[in-house]
């Protein structure tokens, strides 16, 4: 289970790294792939498959597994939303590419600490 937690955790990392090299004119983009691969990893990780699928306004809703509320659920919809406000704003706020950086790192610092002590989480 942690090898694969870890194997998850590297291919979330490795996704957002990506978004965050993204040109900074492709904030919408990089908000949505950094909203993906956390989506992603939080529905691996934690088994919880219904995240891929809902807006972030319904996730407040969800009732998550035990663990994932042990490890921080409301930072991780902290990351999704802040991602979402981003990429479906309807017009580009000057800042938006560098609040969309913010909520990228947060996103992969989330990730980062709920990776189980056994595993690697480093790509």
């Known amino acids: 289970v942690a090898v694969a937690a ?11 790294y990506a978004a965050r ?13 950094g909203a993906q691969a956390l989506r992603r990893y939080v529905a691996r990780r934690f088994g919880l498959p219904a995240i891929e ?3 972030s306004e319904e996730l407040a809703g969800v009732r998550p597994p035990p663990l994932l509320l042990a490890t921080r ?3 991780a919809l902290a990351c999704l939303y802040a991602l979402d406000a981003e990429r479906f704003r309807g017009l580009a706020a000057d800042d938006a590419a560098a609040h969309t950086q913010q909520a990228l790192a947060a996103a992969a610092a989330w990730v980062r600490a709920t990776v189980p002590s056994d595993a690697a989480a480093d790509p």
């Open 21 to 33: 090299a993204l040109d900074a004119r492709a904030w919408r983009e990089a908000g949505g792939a």
């Open 73 to 75: 659920w409301r930072e």
């Open 6 to 16: 870890g194997a998850s955790a590297c291919e979330a990392l490795a996704s957002l």
């Open 53 to 55: 699928t809902c807006p």
